[in-house]
Structures are given as C-alpha cells and as structure tokens.
C-alpha cells in the first residue's frame, strides 16, 4: 500500500464491488493500479480478479507498456439487458448522423461498432427503416476536419480522459512543420463547427488551453493522476465567446437586411440576446460576445446584408476587411484585362 494512503477498510465483497466498478468505467487497470485504488497488495487483488471471474465476469489482460492491463470483455459480461422502443431507436439513429464529423477517428469506430450491435438483435424491415431516415438527416459537411495524422494518437487521448491521466502532448504549430509539447491535464472534449477540440490545463503555460485534434502529433500518458476541481465548469470558459476565443467582451449591435431577415430572428445567437425589427422589416440582434476575429468572420458572411452600428472597433474592423478585399479585386481585375490587352496586341503582330 502506498505511503501515507489513509486505509481503506474494505471486504472482500467491498473490493469485489470497486474492483468491478474501476474495471467498468476506466476500460482497464494494472494489477498496481488497482491495489492502490483498494488500499491492498498485489496478491490479493490478484485472489479477488480471480474471484470476479467465478462470478460470471470474463476477464481480458493485455501488455501494454510493459505492464498487464486487465479489462472486461463487453461482449461476454454478465450485463442486464437494455431495451429501447422504436422512437428511442430513431433518436439514436439521428445521433449518429449528427456526429458524421467524427470521421477517422476512434470515437467514429466505436459508434459503428455500437450500432453493429443493434443491428443484430434488429428486424431486418426496423434496421433498414432506421438507416434510411438516418441518411435523410445526414448532414452537409464543408470544409471537414482531416484527423489521419493525429488518429494514431486519439486513442491515448481518450485513454486519459477516461481515467484522468496527464498527458505529454505534442501539438502542431499554425503554418509550419514544427511542434510544441504541453503538460496536459485533459478535461473535455469541446465540438464547434464540425472541428473536435480538447479542452485542458496545460501546466507548463499556467492556464486553461484549447488545442485542435487534428494538429495533435503525439499524445504520452503519464502515470501521474489528476483531479478535475469540483467548481470546474466547461461552459464558463466560453460564456462570453461567440466562437472559440475569450478575449474582452463587446455589445454587439448589427442590422440585418428584410431580405435575409428571416434566417437572423428565430435563431439564438447568444444567451440575453435581443432582437428587433423596423418598419422597413430589417431587424436588429444585439448581444454581448468576444472573439473580434469570430465575429467578423460571421458578419462578412452575410455581405451586404449586414450592418454592424456597435461598437467602433468592430465597424472599423469590417471596414478595413471590405477596403482591403476590394482593392485585391481591383487589382486582379487590372491585371487581367491587362493580360486581355497584352494578348491582343500580340495577336495582331503575329497576323
């Protein structure tokens, strides 16, 4: 037992219940690992494995790191049955559509391999009903994530998030072949438009850090455990973000025209928003938000169907963004039409 580790007064039958609970939500443990969780020795965590597996638990043990890891094999466990109706069934399946951006990673298999399961103890007439409506709620994806170079490494990651591991990560600099490592303590998977991001505390940058998986070129997990605080909250570290990025927050104020008004109104945008249409039917959104560059990536989105009356900084921003885009248009176009004038002019030399 580990020094200065309070004991655990546990029974065999105590043990027998962590050991099996342990062995259920972290998807495999060391003989070490699971004498420190119940405060005894090897040996006798070895009697109560054996113990566990007369009880009708089929036991797996796998090398990894030079240690045996032991797991349950899922489809053999002595589990109670679960049972959906068809709507539930339709729900999941609508799920499953909605995470097609999951694709080429672990999670993607995993899914797959769930649904695989259904499919067996399905009607064949259920099964093909359910995938047609799940290929009618398919969704558009532009621009999707390429996860080939990182997916070698999810599988760490997930490793670690599940049994709260910190993590050596090696991250991909924006723009180039060169790499960062980070100290990582994963806390959660963050997904925003169709990109998967971990969201952690990086102890050698002092703070809270979001990292894109597919720049991830390398996850290490450490045998050091970590605790999540209790007052974490992932949702207060984008409170005020439109996006991704919390910096200082505004009051937004943008117009929209009567034109696209319709695709503005009956969205939420941001907590507290307040919406308003004129006369003319254009309406007005105003919310409180950070993230400048976000922001303006949306706004120029609706061209210009959009006005942005606050604040000064956010107007001056597009301006600059539409001064600067329609002076590399005018450039393009002088240089083709003088490309159009220089080959005219050649051709009639040549005749």
């Not at 910190?166 to 180039?176: D, E, H, V, W």
């Not at 176009?333 to 040549?350: C, Q």
Request: hydrophobic share 35%; with cysteine; charged share 25%.
């Amino acid at each position: 037992m580990p020094k200065g580790k309070p004991a655990k007064k546990y029974s065999q039958a105590g043990r027998l219940h962590s050991i099996i609970r342990l062995l259920e939500t972290r998807r495999g443990l060391t003989l070490d690992e699971l004498a420190e969780e119940c405060a005894v020795d090897r040996r006798t965590i070895h009697r109560d494995l054996n113990a566990v597996e007369q009880a009708g638990y089929s036991l797996t043990a796998e090398w990894s790191d030079g240690k045996k890891v032991y797991s349950f094999l899922t489809k053999s466990r002595n589990l109670p049955p679960i049972t959906f109706t068809l709507p539930q069934l339709m729900s999941l399946y609508l799920l499953r559509s909605l995470g097609a951006h999951l694709a080429g990673t672990p999670f993607q298999s995993e899914i797959d391999e769930l649904f695989k399961s259904i499919h067996s103890v399905l009607p064949d007439r259920h099964a093909a009903h359910l995938e047609r409506i799940a290929r009618v709620s398919l969704p558009l994806l532009h621009g999707a994530r390429d996860y080939s170079p990182a997916a070698a490494f999810v599988d760490n990651l997930q490793k670690a998030l599940l049994q709260q591991f910190r993590i050596r990560l090696t991250y991909a600099k924006k723009n180039t072949n060169e790499t960062d490592e980070y100290e990582v303590d994963p806390y959660t998977l963050v997904f925003h438009k169709g990109g998967i991001y971990l969201l952690g505390n990086a102890h050698n940058r002092a703070g809270m850090r979001l990292f894109a998986l597919e720049r991830i070129r390398g996850v290490e997990i450490t045998r050091q455990r970590f605790e999540i605080p209790d007052s974490y909250q992932p949702e207060t570290h984008f409170s005020n973000a439109f996006g991704l990025v919390s910096d200082t927050p505004m009051n937004v104020c943008i117009r929209f025209s009567a034109e696209i008004a319709h695709t503005v109104r009956d969205r939420i945008w941001m907590p507290g928003q307040k919406i308003s249409t004129d006369t003319k039917g254009r309406v007005t959104v105003e919310f409180e938000a950070a993230g400048l560059m976000e922001l303006t990536s949306w706004i120029l989105s609706y061209g210009i169907h959009a006005e942005v009356l606050g604040p000064a900084e956010l107007r001056t921003e597009i301006k600059r963004q539409v001064k600067e885009m329609r002076r590399m248009y005018r450039g393009k176009e002088k240089d083709r039409d003088a490309d159009k004038t220089g080959k005219k002019g050649t051709t009639g030399r040549l005749l």
